[in-house]
């Protein structure tokens, strides 16, 4: 007991007298190169001058999908073990009643907040939570996991200026306010919304009480929509095509430090479309189409922008520490490349004319070229285990942090790790992150020893990471279901695969990944599973049972008129 009180009197020692107030910021997709402080061309002044006053982590990693990388997050948990193996939309309803794979974040994950909640932090959340089963399991909504004040988007994404879905699996966007279904006010716009609220939680709150603040932006996830003044900014930018954005974000990024100057990288644009190839019209679309994404990336920023104001006017920044990171690679997905979710598009109110692209109801993607533009100078992006998929930026400034980047490798379950011991000195059991507090004072020692791994399994792609080498398997069709072995040490790019030139390295990490699986219940999801066609029997299972209640209704009413007449006569 005497050493734990120590602890936790060493650690407000540090970060000063007083408890220090944490904001904790998800952006939603964003690629490794997308920030100004990582190289790239969008306007991000903002959290570029938190960057510059704080530490930029850049070797750090986390799931290729954003519910498991937000149960680890928050959790410090492997997505096992909290409920959330993958995106519940594309989760077989035949695994749900199996331990780990319920779909929901399960009661024995405690949340960051429920920790911070008994150390008197007052708790709020605004912004997508996607961790209670679209909305159907109200108990796993944050409002009863630890956050006391909450105004949340329980999907995988929604519209940024209403509550349309932007998926068939939800008939509408499912917003809940202190755990009960709200509407959206008038004048929505997603992230200045999600800002307007945190503020309004902050301001009414004990100014006698540090806070733990969650924001979690919808931007830059599809649909991509921003007030066309943003936009505007960025009309020429991106004339030149994804071959060189690719480059020039590479020679960005190693001009800054975070990538190495003498590394290759792969030819990822080389299994894509060719620039040259594309026709006038398409080139269009598409380059307005990125312009739509840096707007967005932007007008975020902005806001983040006004939060910080409000914190330095009334005297509360000095004493907050920022943590920003995203939950996975950048959006490749081309809905028009799937029949289900190109159809129904064309039946709601959503279209792509480009005089109004990226305004209310217009749906914007940038697809697999771009995207892998954006993860540059990594290969591929989310869904998949590669660098660009799970390597993302990672910023944590404030009171008592360095200035600085720290190059050896973290992981997403470090976050929670690092709170529960910065504010309590300790780290229970149950979560399986390192605490980064030593690197927050200075130190460039690594967190993970030689002998330690990390085994991530999403929607049944796999990867380990151990000392300097990392496994990787990606399923069809863009994967080949083959396990790869690179020395990321060497290698960061990812272009030299090292499986037959050491076998015995290989062969020793793909039993630790075996380890892995039994340790945490992952279950095979067999050759013949592929995530779109589960979301369509999904979303048709999901829209059927919103039918069957009424029509339950309308059977009872019209079976008690019959009844009544048949009475009567």
């Not at 929670?416 to 390192?434: E, F, L, V, W, Y």
């Not at 290989?506 to 945490?520: A, G, I, P, S, T």
Request: charged share 25%; net charge negative; glycine share 8%.
């Amino acid at each position: 007991m005497r050493i734990f009180i120590l602890l936790t009197l060493l650690s407000f020692a540090f970060y000063g007298n007083e408890r220090p107030n944490i904001v904790l910021i998800i952006i939603d997709d964003l690629g490794f190169t997308d920030l100004g402080a990582y190289g790239g061309e969008i306007d991000t002044p903002n959290i570029d001058q938190l960057a510059d006053n704080g530490l930029i982590f850049s070797n750090y990693h986390t799931s290729p999908e954003c519910a498991p990388s937000r149960a680890m997050l928050l959790t410090g948990m492997d997505n096992h073990n909290t409920g959330i193996p993958m995106i519940p939309e594309v989760l077989p309803r035949k695994l749900t009643s199996i331990p780990g794979y319920e779909g929901y974040l399960v009661p024995e994950a405690l949340t960051i907040a429920e920790i911070l909640k008994t150390e008197g932090y007052q708790t709020y959340m605004t912004g997508k939570w996607h961790l209670g089963f679209g909305g159907e399991k109200t108990s796993a909504l944050p409002f009863n996991r630890g956050f006391e004040k909450t105004f949340i988007l329980d999907a995988t994404g929604g519209d940024n200026f209403s509550n349309h879905s932007y998926l068939p699996y939800y008939k509408e966007a499912p917003w809940f306010k202190n755990g009960e279904p709200t509407e959206l006010p008038e004048n929505f716009y997603s992230s200045e919304f999600i800002i307007d609220e945190m503020i309004n939680y902050i301001d009414s709150g004990k100014g006698d009480k540090p806070f733990f603040s969650y924001i979690s932006f919808q931007a830059q996830h599809i649909p991509l929509q921003v007030p066309k003044e943003y936009t505007n900014k960025y009309l020429t930018m991106y004339e030149q095509g994804w071959e060189i954005l690719r480059k020039k974000r590479l020679n960005a990024v190693q001009d800054k430090g975070l990538f190495p100057g003498d590394k290759p990288i792969v030819d990822s644009l080389s299994s894509f479309k060719n620039w040259d190839d594309v026709n006038e019209q398409e080139k269009k679309l598409l380059i307005k189409s990125a312009a739509v994404f840096a707007g967005m990336l932007n007008a975020m920023d902005f806001h983040v922008g006004r939060l910080i104001d409000y914190l330095k006017e009334n005297n509360l920044f000095d004493n907050t520490i920022f943590i920003i990171t995203s939950d996975n690679g950048p959006e490749g997905n081309d809905p028009g490349d799937h029949l289900a979710w190109r159809a129904w598009i064309e039946t709601t109110s959503y279209d792509r004319k480009i005089e109004t692209l990226g305004e209310e109801n217009s749906y914007v993607f940038i697809g697999p070229e771009f995207a892998q533009a954006m993860a540059s100078p990594h290969h591929l992006f989310k869904f998949h285990m590669n660098e660009g998929g799970l390597k993302v930026p990672l910023i944590i400034s404030g009171s008592g942090v360095v200035q600085g980047v720290y190059k050896e490798f973290t992981f997403v379950t470090d976050i929670a790790a690092t709170i529960s011991k910065m504010i309590n000195g300790d780290i229970p059991k149950r979560i399986i992150g390192k605490s980064l507090d030593q690197v927050l004072q200075g130190s460039l020692k690594k967190v993970y020893s030689e002998t330690e791994y990390i085994g991530l399994e999403v929607t049944g792609n796999s990867a380990l990471f151990k000392g300097d080498y990392k496994i990787l398997r990606n399923r069809p069709p863009t994967g080949d279901n083959i396990w790869h072995l690179y020395n990321l040490t060497n290698d960061p790019g990812e272009t030299d695969d090292l499986a037959e030139e050491k076998p015995e390295i290989f062969r020793q990490l793909l039993n630790n990944y075996n380890e892995y699986v039994k340790k945490n219940g992952v279950i095979d999801l067999g050759s013949d599973y592929y995530w779109a066609d589960e979301m369509t029997v999904n979303t048709a299972k999901r829209r059927l049972s919103e039918l069957i209640q009424p029509a339950i209704i309308i059977f009872f009413v019209i079976g008690l008129v019959i009844l009544l007449y048949i009475r009567k006569r």
